[in-house]
């Protein structure tokens, strides 16, 4: 359904560094980056997720929350710690969340900027 997102951030550097550990550890990279965006997927120049620099970013409200697919538990266990590593903030231990599924498995955190972020696997992987 979706083609890309693009997250506003304050600090480009901030923003990149935190985003290059928290994507490494789910299998994606930076792709491409100038002065005021940085590009993150699996293809050079083709980003799935972009940073873009604004003085006036500011994260969505309640409700709002990004998840990036994790191809195992161990990689949604990295993610947390990269984000924690990072500067980012816990939102949510990894581990099961049976409400949203028996094998539903999950970690939750907030960038540097307020963006609230998941990284899930849904399988017994």
């Not at 560094?17 to 490494?24: C, G, M, N, S, V």
């Not at 873009?52 to 500011?58: E, F, G, I, M, N």
């Amino acid at each position: 359904m979706l083609h890309h997102i693009s997250l506003g951030v304050r600090d480009l550097a901030v923003a990149g560094a935190f985003y290059d550990a928290l994507l490494e550890a789910l299998g994606y990279r930076r792709v491409f980056e100038d002065e005021t965006a940085i590009g993150y997927g699996l293809v050079d120049d083709n980003d799935l997720l972009c940073l873009k620099l604004r003085d006036d970013a500011t994260a969505p409200g309640a409700g709002f929350h990004l998840a990036f697919a994790a191809p195992s538990r161990n990689a949604v266990d990295a993610f947390h710690r990269a984000a924690q590593h990072a500067g980012g903030r816990d939102n949510g231990a990894p581990g099961l969340r049976p409400d949203y599924g028996a094998q539903y498995y999950a970690a939750f955190v907030i960038d540097p900027d307020g963006h609230r972020l998941e990284a899930v696997i849904n399988a017994a992987g």
